[in-house]
């Protein structure tokens, strides 16, 4: 059996930013060092962390006064951030470039009297954060029924959740077009997502079987495993090296491995040796 391996996988350049931000933050005096939920999406990783002194806060109010918050790259709604110094919090802020350049569109539209829609999931702490920059008046759409349910609008300004894929949000912003006299659109996907992504699609349609690493509670990775579904391959999301199994691959000529973006390399690296150990050879992609 032949394993394919990716260019694009593992931490991207925000995900990476905020881990050297937080790091940094634990060789200062304004010591313990929290983040507002886990600091990425992928558990192995935050326990790593939590040894390295990166704790995960549920709250602000878990944070004892004269801590630092690690914002992380998801962003907060700016009256979080408020909070936090309001209770003497130091505050470091390692919000992706990209996830500031959606809030700062956000609070534009929202300042010039646009009707803000965000497309994206309403539960993921990016959208959490980007809808707080309209005072969260922004309505957040994930599917086309919700379009439907959108009353006639007359200025309509659109953000995308970054990690969205590029076919859903031109859909979505397509059946946008008729419910408003003026419609603006910022693109605020990430081209590493994106890039990934099309990596990801063109290695599934070629190969027997995807491995998909990284944590379950990651959206990114989840995508990336229906990316991979969707041109019909067999797909597997798994958190671990441990949780490959050999009967999987009993009539696999080819497999193809991708990882997320909060998906550290050696929990990457764990998973491919694993995979060598079950299989003759391998080819870089
Ligand atoms: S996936 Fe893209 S937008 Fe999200 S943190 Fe990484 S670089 Fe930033």
Redesign the pocket.
């Known amino acids: 059996m032949k394993v394919i391996l990716p260019k694009y996988a593992g931490f ?4 990476k930013r905020a881990l050297q931000e937080a790091v940094k933050a634990t060789e200062q005096d304004t010591q313990p060092v929290f983040s507002l939920g886990p600091l990425i999406h992928n558990p192995q990783e935050v326990k790593r962390l939590a040894e390295e002194g990166i704790a995960v806060a549920e709250s602000i109010e878990d944070i004892p006064a004269g801590g630092t918050l690690v914002i992380r ?1 998801h962003g907060l709604a700016p009256e979080v951030v408020e909070e936090a110094r309001r209770r003497g919090l130091n505050i470091v802020d390692a919000t ?1 470039p ?2 500031k350049n959606a809030q700062e569109y956000a609070q534009l539209l929202h300042d010039q009297g646009y009707s803000v829609v965000v497309i994206g999931d309403p539960n993921h702490p990016e959208i959490k954060s980007v809808t707080g920059y309209t005072e969260h008046e922004a309505i957040v759409i994930n599917d086309e029924s919700m379009v439907k349910k959108l009353p006639e609008m007359n200025r309509l300004g659109v953000i995308l959740q ?2 969205l894929q590029l076919d859903l949000c031109q859909h979505i912003v397509s059946l946008l077009l008729p419910k408003a006299r003026e419609l603006k659109v910022f693109n605020t996907l ?1 081209d ?2 994106f890039k990934r992504q099309q990596e990801a699609l063109e290695m599934a349609r070629k190969v027997d079987m995807m491995i998909v690493v990284g944590g379950h509670n990651s959206a ?1 990775t989840t995508h990336l495993a229906e990316i991979c579904r969707s041109a019909g391959s067999i797909t597997y999301h798994i958190e671990e090296a441990s949780e490959l199994s050999e009967d999987w691959f009993k009539n696999c000529k080819v497999v193809g491995v991708t990882a997320g ?1 909060s998906t550290p390399s050696w929990v990457l690296n764990e998973a491919v040796e694993r995979l060598k150990k079950m299989t003759e050879g391998e080819e870089k992609g």
């Not at 991207?12 to 995900?15: D, E, K, P, T």
């Open positions: 991207c350049f925000g995900v790259s992706c990209l996830v970054t990690t990430c590493a997502t990114n973006a």
